[in-house]
């Protein structure tokens, strides 16, 4: 390149003479032999002042000086930056950083510093990992009893396995509760919770209904007539009749009119009736009670309430319900002619519908239980269709939400006292998933239920008054 630029300055500089093409031959002063080679412009009539080809000269040899710097420059660091031949320490802004370099620099010291942040973080787990290990073995040495020692199970308790499984720590903050299921025959149920008798802590007055705990099995249907059903005691039995005398109706079928009667537990659990007796008009649906000795049903196809005296064996009283929905009118949402519902609590005898007036919400009325004539109404603005069922405990109507959601829940209160209903959210499980009869005992303190051919119990708590 250097070359070029000199034969080209030399052309013009000596074809500005005006001298004819010419070749000569010559020695430099170094003593080597040069060729000078002249030609006249074809354009330029004369030649620059002398001083201006001393400038273009200075000019050129400058220009050619920075050239070998920046060529000798990029050979030596493969334009990788600037070395200590550019004048004053200044940088040439050709072989600056490039930004993309300047970026990949400061990525990679925010990875560097997020290294050292985890490393830390490992540090710290490492040392609560350690004081958690050593928090368990302190619980386990001073709570858990090696096998074959500590308290003895009460003698009445349910034979399990010989030794609890073995526990395997883990950290405090995830470990999960789990629990196994074991099969209880409800004789022994009824022996050791004493269903068949109030507890004497919730015997005594009322209160708001807190807590319903998880369904027990009591019994199982064995035909295809028990998928939906109804099964009570009487909170005040009459004699002959206990507290521990079951009644049980499967009411799958048109002609309903069977209701078993159980003297003791293990006749329900093992599904030996004492007796059975047939009713003189079917019932509809899984609305019944026992009370004070009687059986409450609706008749099939009716908005009428009976009374069938349970030791004389006849109806001894029945009345229509005015305006009642009934056969499929205003069910719950469940369906099954759950038009009008009985029930029973601390302050007698209630019954549970809907009529054309009421626009389908949950109408309540409290009956005589002698003579079922109406006490009193209470209009509530709850949607029967919109509940899966319904009870009262302590002048209250609570309603279940769903009757196939595993998780469901105790959804609306109403209270007669008071005229007013609440939204509640009290957990309740349907364990079957198919709840079709949900009703109170005041004297148990436990809500009865029958959950697709299983007849329940649910243990429940009040709130003190």
């Known amino acids: 390149m250097l070359g070029a630029w000199l034969v080209l300055w030399g052309g013009l500089a000596l074809g500005c003479r005006g001298e004819p093409a010419s070749l000569r031959r010559g020695d430099d002063s170094s003593g080597r032999c040069t060729y000078s080679f002249t030609v006249a412009s074809p354009v330029e009539a004369g030649c620059p002042e002398a001083g201006g080809v001393l400038e273009l000269r200075a000019e050129l040899a400058a220009l050619a000086a920075r050239l070998s710097r920046l060529e000798s420059r990029e050979r030596g660091t493969g334009g990788s930056g600037p070395r200590g031949g550019e004048a004053g320490g200044l940088r040439d802004p050709q072989h600056a950083p490039q930004p993309a370099c300047e970026e990949l620099l400061r990525a990679k010291a925010r990875l560097e510093e997020e290294k050292g942040r985890l490393e830390r973080e490992n540090q710290e787990l490492g040392r609560r990992l350690e004081s958690s290990a050593q928090e368990i073995t302190r619980l386990r ?109 499967d009411t799958v079928g048109t002609e309903v009119r069977q209701l078993f009667q159980y003297d003791a537990a293990e006749q329900m659990a093992q599904g030996y009736p004492t007796k059975v007796h047939i009713l003189p008009q079917p019932l509809e649906s899984t609305g019944a009670v026992v009370y004070r000795g009687g059986l409450f049903f609706q008749p099939r196809r009716s908005r009428s309430v009976a009374r069938y005296d349970l030791r004389g064996e006849t109806v001894t009283a029945e009345r229509e319900i005015p305006n009642a929905g009934y056969h499929g009118k205003y069910p719950y949402a469940w369906g099954g002619y759950t038009d009008i519902d009985l029930a029973v ?68 209160a109403y209270d007669t006292a008071t005229g007013t209903s609440r939204a509640v959210s009290i957990p309740f499980e349907n364990r079957f998933r198919y709840l079709s009869m949900v009703d109170y005992n005041p004297t148990e303190r436990q809500l009865f239920a029958w959950d697709s051919f299983n007849m329940v119990v649910y243990p429940i708590r009040l709130s003190q008054v």
């Open 141 to 249: 040495a001073t709570r858990c009893h090696p096998r074959g020692e500590g308290p003895r199970a009460p003698a009445h308790a349910v034979p399990g396995p010989a030794a609890a499984p073995r526990w395997d720590p883990q950290p405090l903050a995830y470990q999960e509760l789990q629990s196994e299921r074991t099969e209880v025959p409800a004789s022994r149920l009824l022996e050791e919770t004493a269903l068949g008798r109030p507890r004497s802590e919730d015997s005594a007055g009322c209160g708001e209904l807190v807590w319903v705990g998880e369904p027990v099995v009591f019994g199982r249907a064995d035909s295809i007539a028990g998928k939906y059903g109804v099964w009570m005691k009487d909170p005040k039995p009459v004699p002959p009749f206990t507290r521990q005398t079951t009644w049980r109706v």
């Open 345 to 412: 609590d601390e302050t007698g005898l209630w019954v549970i519908y809907s009529t054309e007036k009421a626009r389908g919400a949950i109408v309540l009325s409290k009956l005589d239980p002698e003579t079922l004539e109406i006490q009193q109404t209470w209009e509530t603005n709850i949607r029967k269709r919109g509940v899966a069922n319904a009870f009262v405990i302590c002048g209250t109507l609570y309603t279940v939400s769903s009757y196939s959601t595993p998780n469901a829940t105790i959804n609306f």
